[in-house]
């Protein structure tokens, strides 16, 4: 089977958009590949997090992927920081990687303008830390949303860089993009849906079925709020439902108060076996400790092969 790597930053809360637009294509892709997932915090030191926060925001997401299908007897699923070798493969592809290409980067410029005073080199230089988890499994395949592509063509221009330079050695990874590519914001109808555009933008997988149910009523229902909630349902509840609902939309007879209902309705019916599991996690959070740790110790061993030979082949060893 192929190698398959992606990360997720311990930010914050997991909402429907992260789920719809990348951790259920995660869930699915065990089946046809051999999956690393990380929970990459050394990413998240980029921006201004409280320690406690990014530690409890990493075991927390932690048992949300597990809520979320992520099974580990499948995949590794383990924190960045606890195997050496990320940071020490980005030292190496920083000295490969032209400034020009780092500051022509979308995420680079847009996150420089929202935190204007705290532009960190870890900013900058961000998609080479990216571009080392990829790299230190020389997984072929990573799983992303459709904001990463520009950051897995630079580490295609790395491997590419490294293996002119040194020997053919790195694969050139390539993106899959899952079908939600935009899950749209319930609030701001043609923002994406994101933590950083407030509560009322977004569900979050723990949401209680009250507060569910306030956001989606409360979402916005111009033209383009309606088809983002018709988008919604397609991915929760069944195709029958939803074609009839979207001929009703077409000819003008669609009840707003009626799709907010059957929204409602199949998304909590999602989230209850997920919500269960988290519940579950929750109180045996020394299992998920384990879960990280084992990932952990078997993914070091995959990376501690790649830098022994990457030590060799630039001339550390
Ligand atoms: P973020 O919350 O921005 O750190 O994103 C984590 C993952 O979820 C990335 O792969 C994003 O591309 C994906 N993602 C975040 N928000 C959305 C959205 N509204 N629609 C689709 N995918 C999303
Ligand atoms: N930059 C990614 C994001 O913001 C997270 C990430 C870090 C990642 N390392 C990765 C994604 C490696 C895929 C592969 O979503």
Redesign the pocket.
């Known amino acids: 089977m192929k190698k398959l790597f992606s990360g997720?930053?311990p930010?914050g809360k997991i909402h429907l958009?992260?789920y719809?637009?990348?951790l259920k294509n995660w869930a699915e892709l065990q089946k046809k590949y051999n999956c690393i997932y990380s929970i990459v915090d050394m990413h998240a030191l980029t921006i201004d997090i409280h320690p406690n926060e990014l530690r409890d925001n990493s075991l927390k997401l932690a048992i949300d992927l597990l809520a979320l299908g992520i099974d580990p007897k499948k995949s590794l699923l383990f924190r960045q920081s606890d195997v050496v070798g990320h940071t020490e493969l980005a030292w190496i592809f920083n000295c490969l990687t032209p400034v020009a290409e780092l500051e022509r980067m979308t995420q680079f410029k847009d996150e420089s303008k929202r935190s204007a005073g705290n532009v960190n080199a870890g900013l900058l230089t961000y998609p080479v830390l990216q571009a080392a988890d990829i790299l230190l499994y020389r997984a072929e395949t990573v799983p992303?949303?459709?904001?990463?592509l520009q950051h897995l063509e630079l580490t295609r221009i790395i491997a590419r860089k490294f293996n002119n330079r040194y020997q053919r050695y790195f694969p050139e990874s390539k993106p899959i993009i899952s079908p939600?590519?935009?899950?749209m914001s319930l609030k701001y109808p043609d923002k994406?849906?994101?933590?950083s555009h407030g509560e009322a933008s977004y569900i979050a997988i723990r949401d209680d079925e009250k507060t569910i149910t306030k956001k989606i009523q409360k979402a916005v229902t111009n033209e383009r709020g309606i088809l983002n909630l018709l988008e919604l349902y397609s991915y929760f509840g069944t195709q029958n439902k939803y074609k009839e609902m979207m001929e009703s939309h077409k000819a003008g007879k669609l009840m707003n108060l009626q799709l907010k209902e059957e929204l409602i309705k199949v998304i909590l019916e999602f989230l209850k076996p997920v919500q269960e599991k988290i519940a579950y996690y929750e109180d045996n959070k020394p299992k998920v400790e384990k879960i990280l740790r084992d990932g952990g110790k078997k993914a070091q061993r995959q990376a501690d092969q790649t830098m022994s030979q990457v030590k060799q082949l630039v001339g550390l060893k």
Do not use: Y
């Open positions: 997720i930053k930010t958009g992260n719809l637009g990348a992303v949303g459709e904001d990463q939600a590519r935009r899950v994406k849906m994101s933590k």
